[in-house]
């Protein structure tokens, strides 16, 4: 089991900037994806930004060009940058891993999710 703490929300203007990290413990050795995902009030979750193991990257288009998604592999923890923050970029971000064994069992672990709000 790999265990996930997102911080770093918060209260943001317009074209602020925002750093989300998500520290991960347990088993983190399996872990063969991690990403971000959000989810505003009466929506579903959607995926935000994920980064697999040897560094591919994939975003949505709403976020691709202003966030930047990364980990650090010493300190297991997952970042998200984003700049040019906009009011419709305000949801509950939650940290996900993958852990996919050998025989093709897959696991997701989720963070509690942290807030992020963009005022116009």
């Known amino acids: 089991q790999v265990r996930l703490e997102e911080s770093g929300g918060g209260l943001v203007q317009t074209g602020g900037s925002l750093r989300l990290s998500c520290a991960a413990s347990?088993?983190?050795?399996?872990?063969?994806?991690m990403g971000w995902y959000r989810q505003a009030p009466g929506k579903q979750r959607d995926l935000v930004a994920i980064?697999?193991?040897?560094?591919?990257?994939d975003y949505a288009d709403s976020v691709r060009g202003r966030f930047t998604i990364s980990r650090d592999n010493a300190k297991n923890t997952l970042y998200l940058q984003m700049n040019s923050l906009k009011p419709e970029d305000t949801a509950v971000y939650y940290c996900?891993?993958?852990?996919?064994?050998?025989?093709?069992?897959?696991?997701?672990?989720w963070g509690q999710g942290t807030q992020v709000t963009v005022s116009s």
């Open positions: 996900k891993a993958e852990r996919l064994y050998s025989d093709a069992t897959l696991y997701t672990d």
């Open positions: 347990g088993s983190t050795f399996s872990i063969t994806a």
């Open positions: 980064i697999r193991d040897g560094g591919s990257t």
